[in-house]
């Protein structure tokens, strides 16, 4: 009798991998337009970087608004109708539009783009916290805008202010709008009062959770918080949950990683990070998704769709928005 001789390496199964969403943060309310030229401000350059992410991989796109001419966040509906509709005919992606603007302003401010578009998602900061940035000026002397500074500055005397009010107030705001929330969680207590409002049935699952580690205010960086938030999480929604992790600064890439190894989705962008290596500022939104697509597919996982996204989270569907 012959026997073959043992292969070196077992053949592959034929099992997809579990699909993971890219969410990308295009420009966010918290880098200046001094700190990076790559930052999008305008309109056109938020389409143009959006849509890039988008070809890149990103299911999410998840936008804020600034003044063309300062880069200063700007909540209102108007700025923000300069690109949705545009947006909207040349892309499949999923759009996310904050509610947590900038941590300057009031929860009526902040929620109005979300309540006046009906966007498919939304995002919804789930506690108060000191939410300092203040320490970005030992990196930056010198500033294209007057107002740059004084905002950084400001931050060391800053709460941002997410009650339990300010949440509710945004939830029953959008609630006949049959849009879906990101549950941006900067520590463990954010977790608790979403069980909170959890259990008194005002949000309803899947709930999509996104933990935010690195903001100087909120919870730390290393493997252990990561794993910390998961656990927490595990506990209070079980099944009920939908995970995705972002990393502020140099930890972007490396929270994704640790946190996709361990079942998450990721969020990546210039509003997070504005680097794309050490001492390296990354280029464009694309740049940074391309870099954790090819993290995720080095451990065997698939990227979602903007449709399997949908199908992940019971999204409503494009057709439903107002822009």
Known sequence: MTIAPKSAAAPPSGKPGRKVIITCAITGAIHTPSMSPYLPVTPDQIIADSLAAADAGAAILHLHARDPETGKPDQSPEAFGRFLPRLKQQTNAVINLTSGGSPTMLVSERVRPAATFKPEVASLNMGSINFALFPMLERYKEFKHDW???????????????????????????????????????????????????ERGLVKPPLFVQSVFGILGGIGTHAEDVMHMKRTADRLFGKQYKWSVL???????????????????????????????????????????????????????????????????????ADKVNF
């Open 148 to 198: 740059e500074k004084p905002y950084l500055e400001s931050t060391k005397d800053l709460v941002f202010r997410n009650t339990f009010k300010d949440i509710e107030y945004i939830l029953q705001t959008c609630y006949d709008n049959d849009t879906r929330f990101e549950f941006e969680c900067y520590d463990i207590a954010h977790l608790y009062n979403l069980a909170h409002f959890l």
């Open 247 to 317: 990393g502020a600064g140099r930890n972007q890439m490396s929270i994704a990683a640790i946190a996709a190894a361990n079942g998450a989705n990721v969020r990546v962008g210039l509003e997070d990070s504005l680097w794309i290596g050490p001492g390296r500022l990354a280029k464009s939104n694309a740049e940074q998704v391309r870099n954790v697509r090819q993290i995720l597919e080095g451990l065997g996982l698939e990227i979602a769709t903007p449709d399997e996204a949908r199908q992940i989270l019971t999204l409503k569907g």
